[in-house]
């Protein structure tokens, strides 16, 4: 297993989707169908992606927040062996559920995690399937609640983690910080338009946007030579044509 998941523009209000970039639909529909056909023959087997489970999905979700995939998958198999159920997490001292998470670091996300436990509990509720109702809960960002959304409900809700803003920046808006205002709202937008038509669809198309990120089109290093996708980017196109495009100066938040 490689890399971390770095994480997660996390914002608790996700930026409105309004793109000051526009596509050709039958260009974000073949994208998709390219990253889905790959992810099926190339995604790892991580025990997150075997569940459904709404708990399972969350617990998974915040552990993967700054953290090391390797390092979680241990780590995730103790929490749920020690908590297997939201009530149990609700139900115990803060002080056990914090030292079950001890050494994973950012122990905010440990805290929310009880946190929250305790207030759907208490309402005698589910963890919802909504991303709005999501995001109302402690420690639920923009992000979290696309990817419990889409995980744990197959509902049709898009994501964008700093993988995911960095696969789409590249591929459908070079020229836009993707740091700026304008580069987040116009990320959520491709993402939101880039969302296959069924949930169980989004379910693939997300794990694999993630994945590309994590696997092919990093941070660090562009795989094109082994990206689904090379013929439909536009970094790759400007490749092609002439020098790298050179990365945007930062704009001023509006």
């Known amino acids: ?6 994480r997660r523009l996390q914002s608790r209000e996700r930026p409105a989707a309004a793109s000051p970039v526009e596509h050709d639909p039958a260009r974000l529909r073949e994208f998709s169908r390219r990253l889905r056909a790959w992810f099926r023959k190339h995604g790892r087997d991580l025990p997150w992606r075997r569940t459904r489970d709404p708990y399972r999905v969350l617990v998974s979700e915040l552990m993967l927040q700054q953290t090391q995939v390797s390092r979680v998958v241990d780590y995730y198999e103790r929490f749920l062996t020690r908590f297997p159920t939201l009530g149990h997490v609700a139900e115990a001292p803060r002080r056990q559920v914090m030292a079950s998470w001890a050494g994973l670091g ?3 996300r440990a805290r929310n995690l009880h946190a929250l436990a305790r207030r759907v509990t208490r309402d005698g509720a589910a963890i919802p399937d909504d991303p709005s109702a999501l995001r109302a809960l402690p420690g639920i960002g923009a992000y979290t609640a696309g990817a419990v ?6 509902r049709r809700a898009a994501l964008v983690d700093t993988n995911v803003a960095r696969v789409l920046h590249r591929a459908f808006a070079p020229t836009v910080d993707p740091r700026s205002s304008r580069g987040q709202r116009t ?28 696997l092919i089109c990093t941070a660090r290093v562009r795989h094109c030579d082994r990206c689904p996708v090379a013929t439909l980017c536009d970094t790759r196109k400007a490749d092609r044509r002439g020098p790298p495009i050179a990365a945007p100066r930062r704009e001023s938040s509006p």
Do not use: D, K
């Open 187 to 214: 990320n959520w937008a491709i993402a939101e338009r880039l969302l296959p038509r069924t949930g169980r669809a989004a379910w693939v198309h997300n794990q694999a946007l993630m994945e590309l990120g994590a």
């Open 106 to 108: 950012y122990y905010a």
């Open 149 to 154: 959304a889409s995980f744990a409900y197959e």
């Open 1 to 6: 297993m490689t890399g971390a998941r770095p």
